[in-house]
């Protein structure tokens, strides 16, 4: 793995679980569904613009048209959308924490229903990724936290491994951009459905919303879609992966940065067992490929 690779996994990482963060800013004066349509009408339409400057075509594989429509689905409208509704009741650590465990899904309904083996190591990190989780969960849950905001964000990382599953491989052949700008259009048209039929749009003009808005539009919205493809065409799917072991530390830390969510020790151990459950996972998949 070369620099220029390293380099870009970190901003991916970086990027990823900041999203958290800014979305919670962004509920708290807008609507979730229709803020989220906003942003990926907004982005959708750059990636385009941006893909078509640089002479990618939007005629796709069939499988590239498979994956763009499933992962705009499942990931963009259900996995973001439950998340987004879910943060105005729970913290952005929380759900930065729950959207982390997605590698350990991958690799637990690969072995359950895809046949694929489960190495001692990889089942090492799933047992310490279950505790990790317990560990914090445990604690929030008797401290009072939303269970239905828990709820969502489960239904939606569940949605995310699916989605990953998915389209493995499926976006092969270039064109990469374009499929992003495509997967994001995707997703604003199913969420401008779900805004019409669940949500009465709001919308409270304030600086944070507008900074939030903007930077989670560009950065985790664009920027970490396109670095991430970039990221998986130079070095493959199960190297880039890896760097997910970073997202449960990020995204907690930046959490309570910015927002100033309290972390204990109890948090901050539970945080280390997944982060170095995800990196077993990974290592383990790294090793067999």
Known sequence: MDIRAILAGLAFALMWSSAFTSARII???????????LRYLIS????????RALGQSWHLTPAQW??????GILQNAVYLGLNFVAMQTIEASVAAIIASTMPLLVALAGWAFLGEGLRPLSFAGLVAGVVGVGLIMGTRITGGIDLYGLMLCGIGVVALTIA???????????????IVGLQ??????????ATAVFETPRFNPTWPLAAAFIYTTLVPGLAAT?????????????RAATFHFLNPFLGVAIAALL???????????????????????QLSRHSKT
């Open 27 to 37: 509920v708290a004066d807008a609507s979730p569904l229709a803020a989220l349509t």
């Open 66 to 71: 498979r994956a763009t429509i499933l992962f």
């Open 164 to 178: 990953t599953l998915s389209v493995r491989g499926a976006t092969s052949g270039g064109n990469f951009l374009m």
């Open 226 to 238: 396109f670095v991430w493809f970039w990221l998986v065409n130079r070095i493959g799917a199960t």
């Open 44 to 51: 959708g339409l750059l990636g385009v613009a941006i893909a």
């Open 259 to 281: 927002l100033g969510e309290k972390l204990g020790a109890r948090d901050v151990i539970g945080v280390a067992i997944i982060a170095l459950g995800i990196l077993a996972v």
């Open 184 to 193: 994001m259009l995707v997703g604003c048209l199913t969420l401008a459905l």
